[in-house]
């Protein structure tokens, strides 16, 4: 019976993602169905759901996505990550915009949010001369990249709290990752030598910046300048204004090592305070609230419950056993199985949830670096398959807008993942050769 409910755990949420169920009722059904199957008497089953969901763990894993969730609704409501990126139009080439703006979005968890680079993509494009299956696969590749390395990324955070390890030193294994991932795509998909690029950068419109009244710099399209010096000094002290609340909650969570959540609780108040000078007025709550993705609250506590009655169930250590009952099992596995799991699913948070409970016991008594390496090929695994995911939203979401289909695309960008692909092998091999 057992067995029966872990695996029927595993299809209920393959299917529920695939029919776009959201993400909280996806791991509520999950959760359901392992708890109704693990033969527990239900003192004990209420017992266990409720130390979960009062876990610290859970708790500060709720609570940072929440504060993510506020603070990018705060900086997206103020229009500041729309003028940071404005700002980069005339402080960097095109094609260094084309990069960095699907990033800089991308750090963002904004509802939408392939649908709000697409269009700065779309220009800066234009001016090299992109097509539009480009435009699209370079609005993709870039927005993704800082999975690896943003310390505000749920993902992050989530496999962060599942397996004990710090954020930061989850990033010192996987910033690789993004480096090559962004390297080869500005490669393959933005170098001047590209023959998609066919027009040089020279061709790009003038973007002044001109003092406002209140002293700030503004942007102003299309005005000549002789000065292009003073312009792009003035347009770094632009994007220093609006991107101070996320680099100082940046700054003072490493600083200060003070968790994350009161470190974007920080930003976000920097970011109404700069709001209401330059606008006096502060963002509406209820619209805040209503624009913070709060589903994805709810869905970290039944994620953790899940997570607990996995580790209760009495098939785990059979499973766990059979994991890592060969030293080159668990490394393959660590590739095979989140590969084929987010494929379906769709999602790298649904994905972690699922299989890190799974996976860990296994790892338990292995070296610390062979346990990191671990992770970290589940971790690449499952955004790959979360990428090339025929139902990734970001994926669809950024082919509507530039009317191109999805093959098309995945024919352009696939060079790109050939660097995130040999490392997931690397940490794997060393996996294998060290369990």
């Not at 910033?175 to 023959?195: M, Q």
Request: aromatic content about 10%; proline content about 6%.
């Amino acid at each position: 019976m057992h067995y029966v409910g872990l695996a029927l755990s595993f299809f209920v949420i393959m299917y529920l993602s695939a029919k776009r169920r959201s993400f909280s009722q996806t791991m509520f059904v999950a959760a359901l169905v392992v708890a109704v199957t693990s033969t527990l008497p239900p003192a004990k089953v209420a017992d266990i759901a409720i130390a979960a969901v009062i876990d610290r763990s859970t708790l500060e894993l709720a609570g940072t996505v929440f504060a993510i969730g506020v603070f990018a609704a705060i900086m997206n409501h103020l229009n500041f990550l729309e003028k940071m990126s404005s700002s980069l139009q005339t402080a960097f080439s095109a094609r260094t915009v084309s990069a960095f703006v699907p990033a800089l979005i991308g750090a963002m968890p904004v509802m939408g949010g392939a649908q709000v680079s697409a269009p700065l993509v779309d220009k800066t494009g234009d001016k090299l001369g992109l097509d539009r299956v480009t435009k699209a696969a370079a609005n993709i590749i870039f927005r993704h990249g800082m999975f690896f390395l943003f310390p505000f990324s749920p993902s992050l955070i989530l496999l962060s709290k599942m397996t004990g390890i710090a954020v930061w030193t989850l990033i010192s294994r996987l910033w690789p990752a993004s480096v090559l991932l962004w390297g080869i795509g500005y490669a393959v998909l933005l170098s001047p030598g590209n023959p998609k690029t066919r027009r040089s950068d020279a061709l790009s419109r003038a973007v002044a910046v001109e003092p406002s009244g209140d002293g700030m710099p503004e942007l102003v399209e299309n005005v000549e300048t002789p000065f292009p010096s003073r312009l792009k000094l003035e347009a770094f002290r632009t994007f220093l204004f609006y991107g101070s609340p996320l680099i100082v909650a940046l700054g003072i969570s490493l600083a200060l090592q003070i968790p994350l959540w009161a470190s974007l609780l920080v930003g976000s108040l920097l970011a109404c305070g700069l709001g209401y000078w330059k606008t006096r007025s502060i963002p509406p709550l209820q619209e805040i609230l209503r624009n913070s993705n709060l589903s994805q609250v709810p869905a970290m506590f039944w994620i953790m419950v899940f997570r607990a009655f996995i580790l209760e169930s009495p098939a785990l250590p059979a499973l766990t056993g059979s994991i890592g009952g060969n030293v080159g099992r668990i490394g393959a596995l660590a590739v095979a199985v989140p590969l084929a799991f987010g494929f379906v699913s769709a999602s790298q948070t649904t994905s972690l949830g699922v299989l890190i409970p799974v996976f860990m016991p296994a790892l338990e008594g292995a070296p610390a670096g062979v346990k990191l390496s671990a992770i970290s090929a589940i971790y690449i695994s499952s955004f790959l398959s979360y990428l090339v995911s025929p139902l990734h939203l970001c994926q669809i979401l950024t082919c509507q807008f530039f009317d191109v289909s999805e093959i098309d695309v995945y024919k352009r960008y696939w060079p790109t993942l050939v660097g995130p692909v040999l490392l997931m092998v690397l940490y794997a091999v060393h996996v294998a050769m060290g369990s």
